[in-house]
């Protein structure tokens, strides 16, 4: 049974869905902008509202305008500060947000959480029970992991 987040106009998120293609989406601009088009409405949820603005963020990679770009990461960057925000012990949002901020061009100065994230991210794996969102953060973690190109 997958599991979802109720929305406040009644429809719902698949996170598994979100999961399985949050990395996809840095690759995949079609499927980034359909995405965030999915949760536009559902950016409520802290979860939901966390992977909107990892999203945005993500979708800034794709934009070739410089202002577009900026627009998004900002819009973006602000959703996720508003998760964290909310739900500061949840471990899926502060993985969102270090995905971002340890991806992300130096030059835009927000990296000021990561080693924080990692530490926490690594004293609470044992809390995940989702094997896809163990695997990313996993991934984030180790040396394995390769950071997407400064955009």
């Known amino acids: ?5 109720a929305v406040a106009n009644g429809t719902s998120i698949d ?19 359909r995405m965030i088009t999915d949760l536009r409405q559902s950016n409520r949820s802290a979860v939901a509202g966390a992977y909107y603005g990892a999203l945005l963020c993500v979708r800034a990679k794709h934009s070739l305008n410089p202002m577009q770009k900026l627009q998004s990461f900002n819009a973006g960057k602000a959703a996720l500060e508003a998760a964290v925000a909310r739900v500061p012990k949840n471990v899926e949002v502060r993985f969102l947000r270090l995905s971002i901020q340890q991806n992300i061009p130096r030059f835009l100065n927000y990296r000021s959480d990561v080693d924080e994230d990692r530490r926490y991210l690594a004293a609470h794996m044992h809390k995940i029970t989702s094997v896809e969102l ?3 953060i996993l991934a984030a973690l180790t040396d394995d992991y390769k950071p997407v190109q400064d955009r």
């Open 15 to 33: 996170l598994d869905y979100l999961r399985a293609n949050y990395s996809r989406a840095v690759t995949d601009k079609t499927l980034c902008n």
């Open 1 to 5: 049974m997958p599991l979802t987040l």
């Open 134 to 136: 163990k695997s990313m």
